[in-house]
């Protein structure tokens, strides 16, 4: 429709992190470039990859552009890539990370429902994310201002700080938000127990709200 090519970054969501080999699976989207990485070998070796749709691909057949790395294609982390999607395909882990998901979604909402400085959940399978704000109404964000050109610890930080301190590891996320991304074998016991601790973390951006 217009004349111009859709590029799709499946690099954090792509190899069953959203429920789906690639997250764009949701929408039934069917782009002409899809950039992959980080999944694709579970993180263990690093490798990335590009893939084109046949026209796309017959383009560079009579206009060639020449691009290269001295390890491309380097042989270990073609054995790990393979390994890896074996391991997907074998213990059926993107269906679990659907079932999975779709429990930490409802765990996240039940934590909504407790905390004040929750003002949003969203998230497609094992990749959710709570968004931490001063007011539910107005969304604004729950950030601590800069103090002569330093930013002193946010909200946030300490949350992630205090999760910590119970084993609990989470990606900071950008801006004012969690970024719950637990690996894709994680177990009902192992969400409930690091909702457990987030459930007594969040208690400190609470206290930030006023409420």
Known sequence: RYEMLMMCDEVMVGFGRTGKWFAIEHWGVVPDVITMAKGITSGYVPLGATSVREGVAKAFET?????????SGHTLAMAAGIATIEAYRADDLINRAAQMGAYLLGKALELQDKHPCIGDVRGKGLFVGLELVKNRKTKEPLHDPFVEGVRPPTAKMKV???????????????????????PLAITKEEIDFAMGVFDKALKIADAETGK
């Open 160 to 182: 992630l700080a205090e999760a910590m301190k119970e084993g609990v590891y989470c990606l900071p996320g950008s801006a004012s938000v969690l970024m719950l991304a637990p």
């Open 63 to 71: 206009n060639p552009w020449v691009h290269g790395h001295t390890y």
